[in-house]
């Protein structure tokens, strides 16, 4: 199960999430993107979202807006839906319609994986490796792993501190997947300090001590977050 949660008054860039990217509206180029992997719903907060999606046949669900983040709004689309516990579920953003399906069938296999496993809290995420240049941007957000590719810690920050001159940069790739009762679980947590520090969700489950299994990926995609980012997505369809 794929979920794209989709927020009108995005802050940075409102109605991003409709901007047109090669004829199609951006949601809908991201929902088409993934639409052969599994069965894709949009977790809109606007009418004019869930429109937009029906009048291209992308199957939506209207959400509260009232969610502080995309985890929660496909948390409550996840309970409309009437999901199993044990259900995958995959959160994809909105603005990334250039995400490579492999990076999704990847991070699908390891949940199935931890699922064969039997872990009690089960949520995957991706990343990859960046140089220094990249580790410098706080935009760029890096991960540090522990020996069984669990991430230790996530930051804005260049970490770890390259005191050697040999320090390995890993970059953190905003797709997350849970069980739907680990989403759930997630959601249900208290905020965490160094998650409002950092402005990084992610951190409430290892502030709580829960597990995030990160998958090493390949990938060239990006995320829109800027009209700059926009120009360059509609150069590629040129």
Request: proline share 3%; glycine share 4%.
């Amino acid at each position: 199960m794929i979920i794209i949660p989709a927020r009108l008054a995005s802050t940075r860039f409102p109605q991003k999430v409709l901007a047109d990217i090669g004829g199609l509206p951006m949601v809908v180029r991201t929902a088409k993107r993934v639409a052969h992997l599994d069965r894709v719903v949009v977790a809109a907060d606007d009418e004019i979202i869930a429109s937009t999606c029906r009048a291209h046949g992308i199957e939506v669900m209207m959400t509260s807006t009232t969610h502080k983040s995309g985890t929660d709004r496909i948390n409550e689309c996840a309970n409309i839906l009437n999901l199993a516990d044990d259900e995958i579920v995959i959160n994809v953003q909105a603005d990334e319609p250039f995400i490579e399906t492999q990076v999704v069938e990847k991070l699908i296999q390891r949940l199935e994986s931890l699922k064969n496993d039997n872990e009690d809290f089960i949520m995957a995420s991706c990343y990859n490796s960046i140089n220094s240049q990249s580790a410098q941007d706080p935009n760029m957000v890096k991960v540090v792993l522990d020996d069984k590719s669990n991430a230790i810690y996530f930051s804005r920050s260049a970490i770890p501190f390259n005191r050697s001159g040999e320090a390995q940069y890993f970059g953190h790739i905003g797709i997350y997947g849970f069980s739907k009762k680990s989403l759930s679980e997630f959601c249900n947590l208290r905020d965490a300090p160094i998650e409002d520090i950092e402005k990084l969700e992610q951190l409430r489950a290892i502030y709580h001590q829960k597990k995030i299994s990160m998958v090493k990926v390949a990938s060239t995609g990006f995320g829109i977050d800027t009209e700059e980012d926009l120009k360059r997505a509609v150069e590629i369809f040129l």
